[in-house]
């Protein structure tokens, strides 16, 4: 193994390999450091910023049926924040099971916004709250912002639901490009049982699942892998990791927060170096000066 990790050792076996032996090499690699298998037939819309999520998310959220399970880092209590609380509420008093998770500090000043859920009869739980008994156990947090609906469409992104994704055009603020995705298929089963696991993860019982081997028809003709970075994991890191060794032609990445881990940008020093077109995007301005 070189001072890159596994880089030159899964370069030099792909390119050994035959296509499909190659094929084959990288999708077992992929499974094997991200947890998760590729799972094929869904629909895949990309979706830029909040004035493309939100209203995604609204229709879905207001067209379910059975039950939506939502988690994110921000829950604003702001106009964002109590209209999704509304379009949920709405739903549960109509029987629909509702499963809410909030990062406990990232919605530390929207303690009082849970009310109209909890009366409607949703579900409603805080991950990781400050305990006494673990002082410096607060700092594990869960970043995630994800929505699964009816088993049938789902939605991953970075975009939490606060006003402030909305930008300002008082002020000339365009909508901050917070880019995510919506999924039809049989992967947004994957979505809901990741967050199952983030939900036991919380302390709270597991809500009912979704029959893993129900049949869910196809979508599209989309493969995807669904890839749970949960909290003191390091999936998506070893994710990138291979991107970077397996890429051939081009590898465009957009990262909100970019903070150059060593390792990370001499893999993708190493693929330009070997001919790949690697371009990175990152803000003009950030809400972390720091970063």
Not at 16 to 24: H, K, W
Not at 172 to 192: C, K, M, N, Q, S
Not at 277 to 286: F, T
Request: proline letters at 5%; charged letters at 25%; glycine letters at 8%.
């Amino acid at each position: 193994m070189d001072r890159y990790g596994i880089d030159a050792r899964l370069r030099e076996a792909l390119r050994a390999s035959g296509e499909v032996e190659a094929s084959q090499l990288a999708e077992r690699a992929f499974a094997r450091a991200t947890g998760a298998e590729l799972v094929g037939g869904n629909a895949v819309r990309i979706l830029r910023d909040a004035e493309e999520h939100f209203p995604a998310w609204l229709e879905a959220i207001r067209s379910a049926e059975d039950v939506i399970y939502l988690e994110s880092y921000i829950i604003a209590d702001d106009r964002i924040g109590r209209m999704f609380v509304d379009a949920l509420a709405e739903r549960a008093r109509r029987g629909v099971e509702v499963y809410v998770l909030y990062d406990w500090l990232g919605s530390l000043r929207s303690r009082f916004l849970w009310k109209p859920l909890l009366d409607a009869g949703a579900e409603v739980r805080p991950f990781n709250p400050f305990r006494f008994d673990e002082p410096f156990g607060w700092t594990m947090r869960d970043h995630r912002k994800m929505l699964a609906v009816d088993g049938r469409v789902g939605y991953v992104t970075g975009l939490c639901l606060s006003s402030k994704w909305c930008g300002d055009p008082a002020k000339g603020i365009e909508p901050w490009r917070d880019t995510g995705i919506e999924i039809r298929g049989p992967a947004v089963l994957e979505l809901e049982a990741a967050f199952a696991r983030a939900w036991m993860a919380s302390g709270a019982e597991s809500p009912p699942l979704r029959v893993p081997d129900r049949r869910v028809e196809h979508a599209g003709d989309t493969a995807l892998r669904v890839v749970a970075s949960e909290p003191n994991t390091a999936n998506v890191f070893r994710l990138d990791q291979l991107v970077a060794a397996v890429a051939s032609q081009r590898l465009w990445l957009t990262d909100a927060y970019f903070v150059g881990i060593t390792p990370y940008v001499r893999a993708l020093c190493d693929a330009a170096l070997d001919g790949v077109d690697v371009r990175l995007l990152v803000p003009g301005a950030s809400d972390l000066p720091i970063v």
